[in-house]
Nanobody, 125 residues
């Protein structure tokens, strides 16, 4: 499985960015996490395999939208109304194989995922 992210950058408060993640290989639940400097990686939004439901962290509900284009094998995170506290490295994540069940049970927990992209920096000034 390979996850290749793009779309990070610097934006002013209130602005928007769209992150993309090209997913290759068989995956189950997929989504985005972020990591603040010196903090643990936290779940942002995930599409839960088996249900098709999208789960969002409370901090991004109403501002971020997760979607996927199956033809392009791409996962998107549309981020609107960005705030300085959204500044972080954002990672695409996927649960593969035996991790699928854990991701179904606990979709926003980082330990539920076993494939990660390289990360892309988002800075909101």
């Amino acid at each position: 499985v390979q996850l290749v992210e793009s779309g990070g950058g610097t934006v002013q408060t209130g602005g928007s960015l769209r992150l993309s993640c090209v997913v290759s290989g068989l995956t189950y639940s997929t989504g985005w996490f972020r990591q603040f400097r010196g903090k643990e990686r936290e779940g942002v939004a995930v599409i839960v395999s088996g249900t098709g439901n999208t789960v969002y962290a409370d901090s991004v509900k109403g501002r971020f939208t997760l979607s996927q284009d199956n033809d392009k094998q791409t996962l998107y995170l549309q981020m609107n109304s960005l705030k300085p506290e959204d500044t972080a490295v954002y990672y695409c994540a996927a649960a593969t194989g035996m991790a699928a069940a854990q991701a179904y049970r606990d979709p926003l927990k980082k330990d539920s995922y076993n494939s990660w992209g390289q990360g892309t920096q988002v800075t909101v000034s």
